[in-house]
């Protein structure tokens, strides 16, 4: 007979993603000359960056926000390289709800907002969020010669408030950001509720990552 004395929950469990895309070194050189091109014809960059009394991230320079309608095939091909990597992540999140559904269930991935960073040195991300979208992710195009984890790598902060005891108990909640390693053509993706930054970028040669946010809608057959 089954024992249901012992019921464990596993209630609003984190995900985030690591993806390697295997097609970086051709695209690389691309995408940079893409932007340089770009930042010379806007200088300015993001809007945000540039007001008066905005203090937040510095030493970086930021594009705008729609990266993705940008006409070059080898970003296309990156984008279609996300959207895959997204929706993988939302079929493992989403898999309970999934499984109840159609074998022929189509999803359409939608790239709300992207854009590039060109951290100079020194640069920071402050923490912060991606609200109103449900995943975001990073993509590293260029490290520069140091990718050790105290050197401009991306952290998340623990999701979870309150002080913390000391004994063995709650040591699965013991730390309170997990980085990970910087690498050129690696893709992080979570959720977007999750608050994150990066480390202080300390190389010479520029880091540069693109960043998006998606949403996914179920795509009903007519
Ligand atoms: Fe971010």
């Given at each position: 007979m089954k024992d249901n004395s012992e019921k464990i929950y596993n209630l609003w469990p984190l995900y985030i993603?690591?993806?390697i895309n295997y097609e970086h070194n051709k695209i690389k050189d691309d995408l940079i000359k893409f932007f340089n091109t770009y930042e010379k014809k806007f200088p300015e960059g993001n809007a945000q960056l540039n007001e008066k009394d905005y203090v937040g991230n510095y030493n970086l320079y930021q594009s705008k926000y729609d990266l993705h309608?940008?006409?070059?095939?080898?970003?296309?091909?990156?984008?279609?390289?996300?959207?895959?990597?997204?929706?993988?992540?939302?079929?493992?999140?989403?898999?309970?709800?999934?499984?109840s559904f159609n074998d022929n269930q189509k999803y359409t991935v939608n790239i709300n907002e992207s854009w590039f960073i060109r951290y100079n040195k020194e640069g920071v991300v402050f923490p912060h969020n991606h609200d109103g979208y449900s995943w975001s992710c990073v993509y590293y195009v260029q490290i520069g010669e140091d990718s050790s984890i105290t050197n401009g790598s991306t952290y998340f902060?623990?999701?979870?408030g309150g002080s913390w005891k000391t004994d063995f108990g709650a040591e699965y909640l013991r730390k309170d950001t997990h980085v990970f390693k910087a690498e050129e053509g690696k893709l992080l993706v979570w959720p977007s509720y999750l608050l994150h930054g990066s480390h202080p970028y300390k190389g010479d040669k520029n880091r540069i990552i693109i960043s998006a946010n998606s949403t996914i809608d179920l795509l009903n057959e007519k």
């Amino acid at each position: 007979m089954k024992d249901n004395s012992e019921k464990i929950y596993n209630l609003w469990p984190l995900y985030i993603g690591e993806f390697i895309n295997y097609e970086h070194n051709k695209i690389k050189d691309d995408l940079i000359k893409f932007f340089n091109t770009y930042e010379k014809k806007f200088p300015e960059g993001n809007a945000q960056l540039n007001e008066k009394d905005y203090v937040g991230n510095y030493n970086l320079y930021q594009s705008k926000y729609d990266l993705h309608n940008e006409d070059n095939k080898n970003l296309k091909e990156l984008f279609r390289f996300i959207g895959k990597s997204i929706l993988s992540m939302c079929k493992i999140a989403n898999k309970k709800s999934i499984d109840s559904f159609n074998d022929n269930q189509k999803y359409t991935v939608n790239i709300n907002e992207s854009w590039f960073i060109r951290y100079n040195k020194e640069g920071v991300v402050f923490p912060h969020n991606h609200d109103g979208y449900s995943w975001s992710c990073v993509y590293y195009v260029q490290i520069g010669e140091d990718s050790s984890i105290t050197n401009g790598s991306t952290y998340f902060l623990r999701p979870y408030g309150g002080s913390w005891k000391t004994d063995f108990g709650a040591e699965y909640l013991r730390k309170d950001t997990h980085v990970f390693k910087a690498e050129e053509g690696k893709l992080l993706v979570w959720p977007s509720y999750l608050l994150h930054g990066s480390h202080p970028y300390k190389g010479d040669k520029n880091r540069i990552i693109i960043s998006a946010n998606s949403t996914i809608d179920l795509l009903n057959e007519k």
